[in-house]
Protein backbone atom coordinates (compact mmCIF):
# COMPACT_ATOMS: atom_id res chain seq x y z
CA UNK A 1 0.00 0.00 0.00
CA UNK A 2 1.31 3.28 -1.27
CA UNK A 3 1.96 5.99 1.75
CA UNK A 4 2.28 9.58 1.91
CA UNK A 5 5.72 11.33 3.09
CA UNK A 6 7.54 14.69 3.57
CA UNK A 7 10.26 16.02 3.20
CA UNK A 8 12.25 19.25 5.39
CA UNK A 9 13.37 20.36 1.96
CA UNK A 10 9.66 21.38 1.68
CA UNK A 11 10.39 23.54 4.96
CA UNK A 12 13.29 25.38 3.17
CA UNK A 13 16.34 22.67 4.31
CA UNK A 14 17.85 22.04 1.00
CA UNK A 15 21.29 20.01 1.06
CA UNK A 16 23.05 23.03 -0.70
CA UNK A 17 25.48 25.38 1.74
CA UNK A 18 23.22 28.00 2.54
CA UNK A 19 23.30 30.26 6.06
CA UNK A 20 19.98 31.12 6.23
CA UNK A 21 17.97 30.07 9.26
CA UNK A 22 15.23 27.42 8.88
CA UNK A 23 12.76 26.22 11.58
CA UNK A 24 13.85 23.80 14.09
CA UNK A 25 13.31 20.11 13.21
CA UNK A 26 10.58 20.08 16.07
CA UNK A 27 8.63 22.37 14.15
CA UNK A 28 9.12 20.45 10.64
CA UNK A 29 8.17 17.20 12.31
CA UNK A 30 4.93 18.58 14.27
CA UNK A 31 4.00 20.63 10.96
CA UNK A 32 4.28 17.01 8.64
CA UNK A 33 2.42 15.22 11.47
CA UNK A 34 -0.44 18.02 11.70
CA UNK A 35 -1.16 18.58 7.93
CA UNK A 36 -1.54 14.13 7.55
CA UNK A 37 1.91 12.75 6.63
CA UNK A 38 3.24 9.59 7.73
CA UNK A 39 6.87 9.63 7.11
CA UNK A 40 10.14 12.23 6.78
CA UNK A 41 13.08 11.76 5.17
CA UNK A 42 16.52 12.86 7.44
CA UNK A 43 17.21 16.08 5.90
CA UNK A 44 21.02 17.53 6.06
CA UNK A 45 23.10 15.83 8.02
CA UNK A 46 22.92 17.68 11.69
CA UNK A 47 19.13 19.08 10.88
CA UNK A 48 17.78 16.57 13.32
CA UNK A 49 18.87 14.38 16.03
CA UNK A 50 21.95 12.08 15.06
CA UNK A 51 21.79 10.43 18.56
CA UNK A 52 19.54 6.75 17.94
CA UNK A 53 17.84 7.11 20.60
CA UNK A 54 16.51 10.65 20.59
CA UNK A 55 15.91 10.79 16.37
CA UNK A 56 14.00 7.24 17.55
CA UNK A 57 11.74 9.68 19.88
CA UNK A 58 11.07 12.28 18.02
CA UNK A 59 9.57 10.40 15.18
CA UNK A 60 7.86 8.11 17.35
CA UNK A 61 6.42 11.31 19.33
CA UNK A 62 4.71 12.22 16.34
CA UNK A 63 3.60 8.51 14.43
CA UNK A 64 6.19 9.08 11.74
CA UNK A 65 8.48 7.13 9.75
CA UNK A 66 11.72 7.65 8.77
CA UNK A 67 12.23 6.28 5.31
CA UNK A 68 15.54 7.61 3.93
CA UNK A 69 18.14 10.50 3.55
CA UNK A 70 19.85 12.63 0.54
CA UNK A 71 23.88 11.84 0.26
CA UNK A 72 25.41 14.39 -2.11
CA UNK A 73 29.01 12.70 -3.56
CA UNK A 74 30.80 14.44 -6.43
CA UNK A 75 30.76 10.97 -8.69
CA UNK A 76 32.47 12.24 -11.55
CA UNK A 77 35.60 12.82 -9.28
CA UNK A 78 37.24 9.47 -7.67
CA UNK A 79 38.66 11.10 -5.23
CA UNK A 80 35.62 11.93 -4.17
CA UNK A 81 34.69 8.41 -3.67
CA UNK A 82 35.77 7.40 -0.42
CA UNK A 83 34.51 10.46 1.61
CA UNK A 84 31.04 9.71 -0.22
CA UNK A 85 31.36 5.96 1.38
CA UNK A 86 31.83 7.35 4.51
CA UNK A 87 29.26 9.82 4.46
CA UNK A 88 26.75 7.23 2.89
CA UNK A 89 28.00 4.49 5.71
CA UNK A 90 27.58 7.45 8.50
CA UNK A 91 24.20 8.30 7.42
CA UNK A 92 23.32 4.60 6.84
CA UNK A 93 24.37 3.41 10.32
CA UNK A 94 21.81 6.27 11.58
CA UNK A 95 19.10 5.18 9.63
CA UNK A 96 19.88 1.58 10.58
CA UNK A 97 19.62 2.16 14.05
CA UNK A 98 16.16 3.80 13.98
CA UNK A 99 14.53 2.25 11.65
CA UNK A 100 16.42 -1.19 10.58
CA UNK A 101 16.68 -1.94 7.37
CA UNK A 102 14.03 -0.31 5.54
CA UNK A 103 15.07 3.35 4.49
CA UNK A 104 17.12 4.49 1.51
CA UNK A 105 20.33 6.30 0.97
CA UNK A 106 18.79 8.67 -1.61
CA UNK A 107 22.22 9.17 -3.39
CA UNK A 108 22.85 11.77 -5.60
CA UNK A 109 25.44 14.04 -7.45
CA UNK A 110 26.62 16.89 -5.39
CA UNK A 111 24.09 19.19 -7.43
CA UNK A 112 24.56 22.86 -7.84
CA UNK A 113 28.69 22.13 -7.51
CA UNK A 114 29.15 22.95 -11.38
CA UNK A 115 28.65 26.80 -12.69
CA UNK A 116 27.85 25.87 -15.70
CA UNK A 117 25.46 22.85 -14.99
CA UNK A 118 23.34 25.21 -12.31
CA UNK A 119 23.43 28.15 -14.70
CA UNK A 120 21.87 26.22 -17.57
CA UNK A 121 19.19 23.98 -15.74
CA UNK A 122 16.95 22.59 -17.68
CA UNK A 123 18.61 23.69 -20.61
CA UNK A 124 22.00 21.43 -21.15
CA UNK A 125 23.73 20.79 -23.90
CA UNK A 126 26.25 18.42 -25.17
CA UNK A 127 28.93 20.67 -24.24
CA UNK A 128 27.84 20.52 -20.39
CA UNK A 129 27.57 16.62 -20.21
CA UNK A 130 30.39 14.06 -18.89
CA UNK A 131 32.91 12.09 -20.83
CA UNK A 132 33.30 8.33 -21.56
CA UNK A 133 35.73 8.58 -18.53
CA UNK A 134 33.79 10.50 -16.10
CA UNK A 135 30.56 8.39 -16.44
CA UNK A 136 32.78 5.37 -15.41
CA UNK A 137 33.73 6.89 -12.52
CA UNK A 138 30.38 8.12 -11.78
CA UNK A 139 28.40 4.73 -12.52
CA UNK A 140 31.93 3.03 -10.46
CA UNK A 141 31.21 5.47 -7.48
CA UNK A 142 27.55 5.21 -7.35
CA UNK A 143 27.97 1.58 -6.84
CA UNK A 144 30.81 1.69 -4.80
CA UNK A 145 28.77 3.66 -2.29
CA UNK A 146 25.63 1.30 -3.06
CA UNK A 147 27.50 -1.98 -1.93
CA UNK A 148 29.27 0.15 1.20
CA UNK A 149 25.86 0.35 2.60
CA UNK A 150 24.42 -2.91 1.66
CA UNK A 151 27.07 -4.88 2.98
CA UNK A 152 27.87 -3.26 6.49
CA UNK A 153 24.08 -1.95 7.06
CA UNK A 154 21.35 -4.02 4.61
CA UNK A 155 20.34 -0.87 3.37
CA UNK A 156 19.32 -0.31 -0.20
CA UNK A 157 20.34 2.26 -2.61
CA UNK A 158 18.70 4.68 -4.91
CA UNK A 159 19.92 7.16 -6.81
CA UNK A 160 18.45 10.69 -7.32
CA UNK A 161 18.37 12.97 -10.58
CA UNK A 162 18.35 15.95 -10.09
CA UNK A 163 18.62 19.25 -11.67
CA UNK A 164 22.11 21.63 -11.47
CA UNK A 165 23.75 17.98 -11.64
CA UNK A 166 25.46 15.76 -14.18
CA UNK A 167 22.40 13.17 -14.16
CA UNK A 168 19.22 15.80 -14.86
CA UNK A 169 17.96 14.60 -18.58
CA UNK A 170 16.31 11.67 -19.86
CA UNK A 171 19.62 10.85 -21.56
CA UNK A 172 21.71 10.79 -18.53
CA UNK A 173 19.68 8.92 -16.67
CA UNK A 174 19.70 6.17 -18.68
CA UNK A 175 23.28 6.28 -19.15
CA UNK A 176 24.25 5.93 -15.64
CA UNK A 177 20.84 3.75 -15.15
CA UNK A 178 22.48 1.23 -18.03
CA UNK A 179 26.20 1.71 -16.40
CA UNK A 180 25.18 0.21 -12.99
CA UNK A 181 23.70 -2.85 -11.42
CA UNK A 182 19.93 -3.05 -11.44
CA UNK A 183 19.99 -5.18 -8.25
CA UNK A 184 22.29 -3.08 -6.67
CA UNK A 185 21.58 0.74 -7.46
CA UNK A 186 17.35 1.49 -7.18
CA UNK A 187 16.36 4.48 -8.66
CA UNK A 188 14.35 7.27 -6.69
CA UNK A 189 12.20 9.22 -8.85
CA UNK A 190 11.52 12.76 -9.17
CA UNK A 191 8.13 13.72 -11.13
CA UNK A 192 9.28 17.41 -10.76
CA UNK A 193 12.94 17.07 -11.88
CA UNK A 194 12.72 14.50 -14.74
CA UNK A 195 10.19 16.99 -16.23
CA UNK A 196 12.57 20.01 -15.44
CA UNK A 197 15.08 17.54 -17.64
CA UNK A 198 13.28 17.32 -20.65
CA UNK A 199 11.53 14.30 -19.39
CA UNK A 200 7.87 12.55 -19.48
CA UNK A 201 7.40 11.06 -16.33
CA UNK A 202 4.99 8.42 -17.52
CA UNK A 203 7.68 6.96 -20.29
CA UNK A 204 9.95 6.72 -17.48
CA UNK A 205 7.50 4.79 -15.40
CA UNK A 206 7.00 2.54 -18.15
CA UNK A 207 10.80 2.07 -18.89
CA UNK A 208 12.28 1.62 -15.42
CA UNK A 209 9.32 0.55 -13.69
CA UNK A 210 11.00 -2.17 -11.47
CA UNK A 211 13.93 0.20 -11.13
CA UNK A 212 11.72 2.62 -9.22
CA UNK A 213 11.73 1.66 -5.21
CA UNK A 214 11.20 5.12 -4.06
CA UNK A 215 9.36 7.98 -5.29
CA UNK A 216 9.35 11.82 -5.37
CA UNK A 217 6.18 13.67 -5.91
CA UNK A 218 7.72 17.44 -6.93
CA UNK A 219 5.24 19.62 -9.31
CA UNK A 220 7.04 21.61 -12.04
CA UNK A 221 5.73 24.97 -13.74
CA UNK A 222 6.62 25.12 -17.33
CA UNK A 223 5.92 28.88 -17.28
CA UNK A 224 8.74 29.04 -14.85
CA UNK A 225 11.02 27.30 -16.84
CA UNK A 226 10.23 29.35 -19.84
CA UNK A 227 10.94 32.53 -17.65
CA UNK A 228 14.01 31.29 -16.52
CA UNK A 229 15.02 30.50 -19.84
CA UNK A 230 14.55 34.24 -21.25
CA UNK A 231 15.50 35.70 -18.11
CA UNK A 232 18.72 33.32 -18.36
CA UNK A 233 18.08 32.45 -14.26
CA UNK A 234 20.14 29.60 -12.51
CA UNK A 235 18.82 26.69 -11.02
CA UNK A 236 18.49 28.70 -7.67
CA UNK A 237 17.04 31.68 -9.38
CA UNK A 238 14.16 29.16 -10.66
CA UNK A 239 13.68 27.53 -7.40
CA UNK A 240 13.30 31.50 -5.83
CA UNK A 241 10.99 31.80 -8.43
CA UNK A 242 8.92 28.93 -7.59
CA UNK A 243 9.54 26.70 -9.92
CA UNK A 244 8.77 23.91 -7.68
CA UNK A 245 4.95 25.23 -7.05
CA UNK A 246 1.97 23.19 -5.33
CA UNK A 247 0.92 19.52 -6.34
CA UNK A 248 -1.91 20.64 -8.99
CA UNK A 249 -0.63 24.02 -9.87
CA UNK A 250 2.26 23.04 -12.05
CA UNK A 251 2.25 20.96 -15.29
CA UNK A 252 3.03 17.45 -13.70
CA UNK A 253 0.25 15.11 -14.67
CA UNK A 254 -0.49 13.28 -11.33
CA UNK A 255 -3.72 11.75 -11.60
CA UNK A 256 -2.18 9.42 -15.16
CA UNK A 257 1.83 9.26 -12.56
CA UNK A 258 -0.83 7.63 -10.11
CA UNK A 259 -2.69 5.13 -12.54
CA UNK A 260 1.35 4.40 -13.50
CA UNK A 261 2.39 3.54 -10.23
CA UNK A 262 -0.32 1.12 -10.30
CA UNK A 263 0.22 -0.53 -13.48
CA UNK A 264 3.38 -1.65 -11.91
CA UNK A 265 2.24 -2.48 -9.03
CA UNK A 266 4.38 0.08 -7.06
CA UNK A 267 3.71 -0.06 -3.37
CA UNK A 268 6.54 1.90 -1.36
CA UNK A 269 6.50 5.21 -0.18
CA UNK A 270 5.31 8.68 -1.95
CA UNK A 271 7.33 11.41 -0.62
CA UNK A 272 6.17 14.74 -1.28
CA UNK A 273 8.34 17.51 -1.87
CA UNK A 274 7.77 21.13 -2.67
CA UNK A 275 11.94 22.74 -2.97
CA UNK A 276 11.52 26.46 -1.23
CA UNK A 277 14.78 28.38 -0.09
CA UNK A 278 15.45 29.01 3.38
CA UNK A 279 12.58 31.34 4.46
CA UNK A 280 10.50 31.51 1.90
CA UNK A 281 7.24 29.75 0.85
CA UNK A 282 4.11 28.77 3.20
CA UNK A 283 5.74 25.81 4.20
CA UNK A 284 2.88 24.25 6.44
CA UNK A 285 0.14 25.62 4.29
CA UNK A 286 1.32 24.39 1.68
CA UNK A 287 1.68 21.01 3.31
CA UNK A 288 -1.55 20.65 4.23
CA UNK A 289 -2.68 21.33 0.48
CA UNK A 290 -0.65 19.18 -0.90
CA UNK A 291 -1.79 16.26 1.38
CA UNK A 292 -5.22 17.66 0.39
CA UNK A 293 -4.68 17.49 -3.19
CA UNK A 294 -3.56 13.65 -3.21
CA UNK A 295 -6.40 12.64 -0.84
CA UNK A 296 -8.59 13.77 -3.80
CA UNK A 297 -6.52 11.52 -6.02
CA UNK A 298 -7.59 8.65 -3.75
CA UNK A 299 -3.79 8.54 -1.46
Given at each position: ?????????????????????????GRV??????????????????????????????????????????VPV????????????????????????????????VLA???????????????????????????????????????????????????????????????????????????????????????????????????????????????????????????????????????????????????????????????????????????????????????????????
Open positions: MIRIANAPCSWGVLEFDDDAQTAAYLDEMQETGYAGTELGDWGFMPIDPSQLWRALAQRQLALLGAFTLANPLAHRDGIAQALKTARLLAAVSGNTPFIDDNGRDAARTQNAGRVGPQHMLGDEQWAAFAAGAEAIARAVRDETGLRTVFHHHAAGYVETPEELDRLLSLTDAQLLGLCFDTGHYCYGGGDPLAAIEQYGSRIWHVHFKDFSMAIAEQARNEGWDYFDAVRHGIFCELGQGNVDFPAIIDALHEIRYDGWIVVEQDVLPGLGTPKESAARNRAYLRRLGL
